[in-house]
């Protein structure tokens, strides 16, 4: 995959992307992350990048000329057409799982990152295909939640994650909640690990874990159960949790 974001401030990515699973992943030509700015895309001496809003108000409106170039630039780079072009802006979708599985199919996507009050509307109309939001809350800028959406979509590629965990195991991907994982110390200041994980009983530790797993879900997020895919097992087990816990 090759993901190429625009932001005015591309240093933001240097921590977030030069560590861990996702630097890795670029090490081993997984992805290819190229972040470009807007600015250099401008023809006046200031290289202005933003303007007042037209019909007045507070804030400054990030000028479409840098944006469209930019992105131009790199759909030209990719040569070929129907790369998505999605903003980042808390207008947007609500980003979630699903959303990070339909752009890991994706062999190209282009971010841009969104500041100050907005972005011209006709970037949005004519360049844009998407927009995306992380969240019910307003950041400073597009930047931490781009930085989100590449972590959640990286680690979904093919080969990214190894031994370290499987990505088709993620609780939101099976519609449950993790269940509690323990290591050693077998005993923590006096706090034990539940005995069933010592027992070497594999198939008594999976059935304890999905009861976790399903306890949990039903005490914190009934609604994702609501719409999990069960086996029969599993089906079965909730509605024993449930009479035992005094769900309805
Ligand atoms: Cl994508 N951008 C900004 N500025 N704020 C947000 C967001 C995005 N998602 C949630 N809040």
Known sequence: MRIDILSLFPRMFEGPFGESIVKRAVDRGLVSIQVHNPREHTHDRHHTVDDSPY?????????????FEAVESVTGLIGREAVPVILLTPQGRLFSHDVAQELSRE???????????????????????????????????????????????????????????????????????????YTRPR????????????????????????????????????????????????RSLVDSIKARRGFN
């Open 55 to 67: 019909g007045g108000g507070d804030g400054m409106v990030m000028k479409p000329e840098p944006i």
């Open 187 to 234: 005993v923590y200041r006096g706090w034990e690990v539940p005995e069933v994980l010592l027992s070497g009983n594999h198939q008594e530790i999976a059935r304890w874990r999905s009861e976790e797993a399903i306890e949990r879900t039903l005490l914190r997020r009934p609604d994702l159960l609501a719409k999990a895919v069960l086996s029969e097992e599993e």
């Open 107 to 181: 062999p190209n996507l282009v971010l841009v990152c969104g500041h100050y009050e907005g972005v011209d509307e006709r970037v949005i109309r004519h360049l844009v295909t998407d927009e995306i939001s992380i969240g019910e809350y307003v950041l400073t800028g597009g930047e931490l939640a781009a930085m989100v959406v590449v972590d959640a979509v990286v680690r979904l590629l093919p080969g990214v994650l190894g031994s370290e965990g499987s990505a088709r195991d993620d609780s939101y991907a099976r519609g449950f909640l993790e269940y509690p994982q």
